[in-house]
């Protein structure tokens, strides 16, 4: 049982923070996570003093490390940076709280990223991460790494194996019935085909393509023609027909 004395989070995006705000009203949001200095963590310490432990939860950019990324540079991307932050970050509550105080970190990104990208991750921290894929219990492939320093106990239902340099989360559940997800009046065909959805990608509407297209080279023409149609919003593959809603509007991909 955890009781969360606060709740603290920096984020740069704000329909994020707004998200957060409607869920966690008592949460305090700030900005750019370089702000956090030595300053501000003293401040924490003085606000809530009487707590056991801390809870440090980061996740950073995959735009550099994901295998859709065409000539993508791993860590050593602009966006990806931001990971030393959070060592950063660590670092100031083990020196400000001490040495001896309980912090557990969680630290999360795409298990898509070059093999050598998460063991550099893992060197930093120390731990090797969990995979995790939520396609066990949702019709939909979101494979991440989680690095924590908090070993998974046994869980009904759950099974542990150790891999190279991962260790793998099994956590299979019956998907929801498909009026839950659908909105009225739609139809998803992939449902009867046991079908997964890709991994939702962030929307980039172009007057042109991008170089070296994810999956373009197996893509069909009609979702390719659909692609296009779409301004390349999406990666081509997102537009194959098992992936495409239907209603008497015409076809869409997932929304939120």
Known sequence: MVEPAGLIGYDISKPANRVCSRRWPHAELFGDVREIDEKVVVSWSLK?????EIHLWGGF???????????????AGPQSGLFRE????????????????????????VASMDRS??????????????RLQCSQAVPISRPR????????PLLAGVFVSRKEYYIDVEAPAPYPQLDQRLTEGHRWDGADEGEVFP???????RH???????????TPSSAAARWESDNFAYPPYQYKRQYVIWSEQGWRLLNS
Do not use: D
């Open 208 to 218: 042109q393509p991008p170089p070296a297209p994810a999956g373009l080279s197996r």
């Open 199 to 205: 991994t939702c990608m962030k929307c980039i509407r």
């Open 61 to 75: 950019p995959c735009v550099g490390l994901s295998s859709v990324r065409y000539m993508r540079k791993n860590l």
């Open 48 to 52: 809530y003093p009487h707590i056991v």
């Open 117 to 130: 990208a998460a063991e550099e991750v893992s060197q930093a921290l120390g731990v090797i991460p969990y």
């Open 145 to 152: 790494y989680c690095w924590t320093n908090l070993q998974l």
């Open 86 to 109: 959070i060592l950063r970050v660590l670092e100031l509550l083990r020196k400000i709280f001490g040495r001896n105080f309980k912090i557990l970190f969680f630290v999360e990104n």
